[in-house]
């Protein structure tokens, strides 16, 4: 059993803490807002702390998960931050989506502070998050990552290290690009299937069997006909994970026509109200054109 210090308490860091505590890990918890530290204390075995800093001390391990590159900073960098609690030797893991450039930057620092760092962010929305089961793409040493992955192991299915640091944050870029073509394909589908006087259902679990089949098909369509949109990441958060991601193919000169539009179509479902609606809800944009 490992001391580990959570910073970061929103849908998923919560249980994913969570997981932590369970499995008998001696957990610190920090969130910036101190009720939702003190809710997750109540409900599970550990300590809250008042600053990063304050929980990172002493811990073998300091977990990450943010919104985004400044929120990162905020928690890691400075005389409040998680690197100033951390004793030599100790690993910071990022499991922020964020972008490649904050993980290079962040494992530098750390590195002249005698510190180990991996970006690590993860896939399976708030359910995997709860039940355990997320997937986990690594950036970083081979070493830091083996001291890791046995505590990371408490809320994932999968864990892979994908190379030096930024590659997990790359590879959660990857994740994303299907994503976002895979939610557009399926809201045409179902779109042109009610147009043509289809039912919906019926056409779904047909085409599932077949080489349509998909998570997104399998565990979304029905919510999708139904026009509930309140299972899993939010279009607010796949937005921001879209810009780092096109940001980074104009760097690495990567062509991305599909997502780019998916990006302007998410755009629309934030101006219908949309922001906090789940990805699922591009088919909200097609159903109210003419």
Same mark, same amino acid.
């Given at each position: ?79 409040? /931050?998680?690197? !100033? +609690?951390?004793?030599? =030797?100790?690993?910071? *893991? ?5 972008? $490649?450039?904050?993980? &290079? ?18 896939? /399976?929305?708030? !359910? +995997?998050?709860?039940? =355990?089961?997320?997937? *986990? ?5 081979? $070493?830091?990552?083996? &001291? ?143």
């Amino acid at each position: 059993m490992a001391k580990v210090a959570f910073i970061g308490l929103g849908v998923m860091g919560f249980p994913m803490a969570g997981h932590l505590a369970c499995e008998g890990h001696e957990v610190c918890v920090y969130n910036r807002s101190p009720d939702k530290a003190r809710l997750w204390q109540d409900e599970f075995a550990g300590e809250t702390a008042r600053t990063p800093r304050e929980a990172a001390q002493g811990a073998e391990l300091v977990m990450t998960c943010v919104g985004n590159d400044d929120d990162l900073r905020s928690v890691v960098l400075g005389a409040d /931050g998680a690197f !100033a +609690g951390m004793a030599a =030797g100790a690993v910071l *893991v990022d499991h922020t989506t964020a972008s $490649a450039n904050v993980a &290079r930057e962040l494992a530098a620092v750390a590195a002249k502070k005698g510190l180990g760092f991996l970006d690590a962010p993860v896939s /399976g929305g708030q !359910a +995997g998050a709860e039940n =355990g089961m997320l997937t *986990v793409m690594v950036g970083g040493e081979e $070493a830091f990552y083996k &001291r890791a992955e046995p505590v990371i192991d408490a809320y994932a299915k999968m864990i892979k290290l994908m190379g030096p640091v930024g590659s997990g944050q790359l590879t959660k870029m990857v994740n994303q690009i299907c994503i976002g073509g895979l939610v557009q394909g399926l809201s045409e589908a179902l779109h042109f299937a009610q147009c043509a006087g289809l039912d919906g259902h019926a056409a779904m679990e047909v085409i599932s069997k077949g080489a349509a089949q998909s998570w997104q098909l399998e565990n979304r369509h029905q919510t999708m006909l139904e026009g509930k949109f309140d299972f899993g990441f939010a279009v607010d958060w796949m937005r921001k994970d879209l810009s780092i991601l096109l940001e980074e193919a104009r760097r690495n000169g990567a062509q991305l026509p599909v997502t780019a539009l998916v990006d302007q179509f998410y755009s629309d479902v934030q101006a219908m109200g949309g922001g906090r609606w789940d990805t699922s809800s591009l088919i909200a944009r097609l159903k109210q054109r003419p």
